[in-house]
């Protein structure tokens, strides 16, 4: 017997020997730097244990665990536990990677941050290539020069497209109603012309927030790229709009044999997968497959070639003050095709909203969350308004004009709650009217299903945005930032997550009802 318990330790042992190498170079790739002025280390993960020592902004830390939103790190030659919202993870090279949009007008910016400028945006079923991960960021390749996309909403797939299909020649247009052009790419460069708002020009090269743009008269100067947009040429958008085929949103997509959820399935294929359309019936693709052969796949996993088209034409036919007809469309239960929702993020611009304990602004983590949401509703098929796409500052009444300007089936205010009493905490869903009592009831329902967070009910409440409103509005207060502990809880990307899910619940579990 105790030779056996030896054997056993010394295989133990030797084990341990060739495994723990292995472990610690894994364990510093994955390393994240210090972003405060000192940051107490701790015995465990909680504010609660004893501090054991500091660290210092910009020091690097490696990751041997987490429990929750606590990191255990290597320090000195122990271990000890950070907050993870007092640190940023080091960006991740992607190697043959690229990325698909899952959504309509997905926002491209200069930087990973909601607050930086917006260069273009990409369409559902955009592919490109992507090249590095940053906390909840990608950069990617966009008409040539490099920005960054929310990984909300997108889906990354190996890479099917080359660097060269990206090099499609792109269009700067000035929206602002004069715009210097430099000799460098640099405000203190010599000037050496002038542009005006609608003037278009082939881009060349770019610098940053910078790009050169050839003149009508054959010269090149540079242009700050914050006054102006970029879209692809006239030419590549027609030759889009005439292929004919789908392009799969999300990583194993079924490929059916009928066109009903029931039927058998085929095959799978990857988002950026792209496909010539036999027909349309009702809400599937009738595809054709590499082999020759046919399946079926439904509409709300795919994009089609005139997706982008349709959306420019619906705004260019919007005019203010005017109603949208809407046409009747057949709804199946699950789905929200036909339907059309206002998402309203909280405050932004110079309206913070409340400023947490732990110092988040109200008003970027309900942009995070109305976008996360948005990309969930446009999956069911649901026609998605968003009253701001950025950090800008609108007026609530012009809120409450855009859900009567396309008479929106459902108009969702997004909050997070605050008080002076740091104690309370919860989550609560608001209306005005008795023709908004029932959403709210739903939504809130579905909501607490996927949250852990103290229910406090649906109620009245005299917000202008629901008071306001003739559309079937509710306001929902996704819990307390005026609460540390809960501020940590509810900024993370797990509860938005869980959050945006149940609110998506609640909607379908509303018009579902509507059905019956």
Known sequence: ????????????????????????????????TVNVASLKVRSGPGLTYDTIGAVTKNDKLDVIGKENDWLQVNFGSSTGWVASWYTTKESLELTNKQIVSKVNRLNVRTEPNTSSAVIGQLQEG???????SQDDWIEIDFQGRKGWV??????VTDQTVSKDTNTTESVFEVSVDALNVRSKADLTSK???LVNKGDQFSVVDSDHNWVQVELENGEKGWL??????????????????TKGTITILYNGTNLRSDSTTSSEVVSRADAGTTFSVAEKTNDWYKIILDNGQTAYVASW???????????????????????????????KKGTLK?????IDAGHGGNDRGTTGALGTDEKDITLITSELLSSKLQAAGANVI?????????DLRKRVSIGHQVDADAFISLHYDAIDNSSVRGFTTYYMHNYQKELAKYVHSGLGEMISLKDRGTQPGDYLVLRENKQNAILIELGYLSNPSEERNVTTQNYREQATHGIYNGIINYFDAQLD
């Open 1 to 32: 017997m105790n030779a056996k318990i030896i054997h056993k330790m010394t295989i133990i042992f030797l084990c341990a020997c060739f495994l723990i190498p292995y472990l610690q170079v894994d364990a510093q790739e994955n390393e994240v």
């Open 126 to 132: 955009d592919s490109t290539i992507a090249y590095k």
């Open 150 to 155: 929310n990984q909300t909403y997108i889906t």
């Open 191 to 193: 000037k050496i012309g």
């Open 224 to 241: 700050y790229s914050f006054y102006g947009t970029f879209s692809a040429t006239s030419e590549s958008i027609e030759s889009a709009e």
């Open 301 to 331: 996993l795919v994009s089609s070639s005139s997706t982008a088209s349709n959306v420019i034409e619906q705004s260019e036919e919007k005019h203010e003050g005017e109603k949208e007809e809407k046409k009747d469309v057949t709804r």
């Open 338 to 342: 036909g339907l059309t929702i206002v």
């Open 386 to 394: 968003l009253t701001r796409e950025s950090d800008e500052y609108v």
